[in-house]
């Protein structure tokens, strides 16, 4: 059983910032990575950020500069400071963990959260 939470998603003007956070939790033996990915109606969900257990990062190029990815592994949470937001970056944000129920890996989605930037 594993349960992947997300909040932070909220309506926001162009060139202002929101705050997402997931924690995971349930019967996961270890965490290899975490990370955000968005999608918009009629396209395919993207990586927006994603980080490893050792501190590695990935951003789309869209978002760099802007976006900042942090972990906290002791408590299974990652978080996406979005910065300088806009309109485009309007979606409905998962939260994706990757990992192993001791001997079989799998990764899990979280429910998504909406993220609106008006113009």
């Known amino acids: 059983q594993v349960q992947v939470v997300e909040s932070g998603g909220g309506l926001v003007q162009a060139g202002g910032s929101l705050r997402l956070s997931c924690a995971a939790s349930g019967n996961i033996f270890s965490i290899n990575s975490m990370g955000w990915y968005r999608q918009v109606p009629g396209k395919q969900r993207e990586l927006v950020a994603a980080?490893?257990?050792?501190?590695?990062?990935n951003y789309a190029d869209s978002v760099k500069g802007r976006f900042t990815i942090t972990r906290d592994n002791a408590r299974n949470t990652v978080s996406l400071q979005m910065n300088s937001l806009k309109p485009e970056d309007t979606a409905v944000y998962y939260c994706k963990v990757a990992g192993k129920t001791y001997n079989t890996f799998n990764y899990w989605w979280g429910q998504g959260t909406q993220v609106t930037v008006s113009s």
């Open positions: 980080i490893t257990s050792v501190g590695t990062t």
